[in-house]
């Protein structure tokens, strides 16, 4: 049996959710549907509880106050993978280092790729995919008059209940408490 996974995401709210939402129709419609947002920790086993972890993410979250990252580029993993994303611009450093603090303990794993901080739009099914769906989604992006910028003060810990089935367990505020449900 597989073990259970989990991740620490930053959901997007936005007025780029809902281009992010909608260009991902436009480029993969039998995509299941995910909530736009930014990765701190890819999925990953803890080595531990779910409290434990929370405990943790909420003293390492609770020191480091919110802040403003700006979307860049769109751009592709390909050929590692066949995924096209939006690249963080500013702001990329404070989330890598992010990532580095909460990279331990229990929520310690070796990632099969370096950390890369990005908004996914769509996994492809092929490298010659993605390379179509990038340039679509360029263009896209070109014409998006809206603000760029994302206020980086909440994250959420979620489990993956089944393969592409992820649960919200708990908000994890940036520079301070804790947030029950």
């Given amino acids: 049996m597989p073990s259970v996974r989990y991740a620490l995401v930053a959901y997007i709210k936005s007025p780029v959710t809902a281009f992010v939402e909608n260009l991902r129709r436009e480029l993969h419609p039998a995509l299941p549907h995910h909530a ?3 990765t701190l920790l890819p999925p990953r086993p803890l080595h531990g509880t779910e409290s434990e972890a929370l405990h943790m993410l909420a003293r390492v ?4 106050e919110p802040f ?4 860049g580029e769109m751009q592709s993993f390909a ?3 066949s995924t096209v994303y939006i690249e963080v611009g500013q702001g990329s450093s404070r ?3 992010l990532h580095r603090q909460l990279n331990q ?3 310690a794993f070796e990632e099969e790729w370096p950390y890369v901080p990005h908004l996914t739009i769509a996994k492809m099914q092929s490298e010659c995919e993605a390379a179509q769906a990038v340039e679509i989604a360029r263009q896209w992006w070109r014409d998006y008059r ?3 910028r994302i206020l980086l003060d909440r ?8 393969p592409d089935c992820w649960v919200d367990l708990a908000p994890v505020p940036l520079g301070g408490s804790l947030v029950s449900r």
């Fill in 146 to 148: 809206d603000s760029r």
């Fill in 79 to 81: 050929p590692t993978t």
């Fill in 95 to 97: 989330m890598q280092e």
């Fill in 105 to 107: 303990e229990i929520l």
């Fill in 155 to 162: 994250l959420t810990f979620v489990r993956e209940d089944a």
């Fill in 36 to 38: 736009a947002h930014l």
């Fill in 68 to 71: 403003e990252l700006t979307l």
């Fill in 61 to 64: 979250c609770g020191g480091v």
